[in-house]
């Protein structure tokens, strides 16, 4: 089992270049979930999709969308990259809802330069 | 504002000593559950707790949630270097399917 998968794990962009962050889970599960991560900032919830064919914004969407492709896969977009976007970006899935356990893909190290 | 505030931000110990992390809200929770993240890697669950008062033990790792389900602590006992990393709580309030996540309280233990 993979779990949840990311890609790439690496990128750096220059201010204005777009980008899709890929993520995939194989454990059948209803809801997915993008996060980023800055130092002292915790996780922040970027944009979720409690179910295949919906998707629905979190506490900070400026500047990306989302696109839940199928069951299995979630994806992020950058559009337009800023510097403000440099961070570690997480996918994680859950089964249902938010309550339950959440499984974290291993991150995208992104720089935007 | 932060839903979920953690405490502390940091924490460097030495192996053998004991500590407490603490998750506090004004808002009630549903259920909370203490992630541990190492570096370079994803978040990973330890436990989730769900009924007011409740505690549960993993090996060193006490967890124990508050009678009002506003709060939570993670108590570790003779802490060792492999416990080192960043501890999150987070908590589904309200219904929500959204859940939230406190800053992390990172743990340094020195051999």
């Known amino acids: 089992n993979a779990g949840v998968t990311q890609t790439p794990k690496f990128q750096v962009l220059k201010t204005g270049q777009s980008m899709t962050l890929q993520c995939a889970q194989d454990m059948n599960h209803n809801s997915m979930y993008w996060y980023r991560q800055d130092p002292g900032m915790g996780l922040r919830l970027i944009y979720y999709?409690?179910?295949?064919?919906?998707?629905d914004k979190g506490e900070v969407p400026n500047g990306y969308n989302v696109s839940r492709l199928n069951k299995r896969e979630f994806s992020l977009r950058l559009e337009s990259a800023a510097p403000s976007q440099t961070s570690v970006y997480f996918c994680?899935?859950?089964?249902?809802?938010?309550?339950?356990?959440?499984?974290f893909g291993p991150g995208t190290r992104l720089t935007v330069l | 504002t932060q839903l979920l505030e953690q405490s502390p931000q940091f924490l460097s110990i030495q192996e053998g000593e004991n500590l407490t992390v603490y998750c506090n809200s004004s808002s009630v929770f549903s259920s909370l559950q203490w992630y541990r993240q190492e570096p370079g890697e994803g978040p990973v669950l330890l436990v989730t707790?769900?009924?007011?008062?409740e505690v549960k033990k993993l090996k060193r790792l006490t967890f124990q949630f508050g009678d009002a389900r506003k709060d939570s602590s993670l108590h570790i006992t003779a802490a060792q270097p492999g416990d080192t990393g960043l501890y999150l709580c987070?908590?589904?309030?309200?219904?929500?399917?959204?859940?939230?996540f406190g800053r992390g309280t990172s743990l340094i233990v020195h051999p």
């Open positions: 999709s409690a179910s295949e064919g919906t998707t």
């Open positions: 987070a908590g589904e309030s309200g219904g929500s399917y959204i859940p939230t």
């Open positions: 707790v769900v009924t007011g008062g």
């Open positions: 994680a899935s859950s089964e249902i809802r938010g309550g339950d356990t959440q499984y």
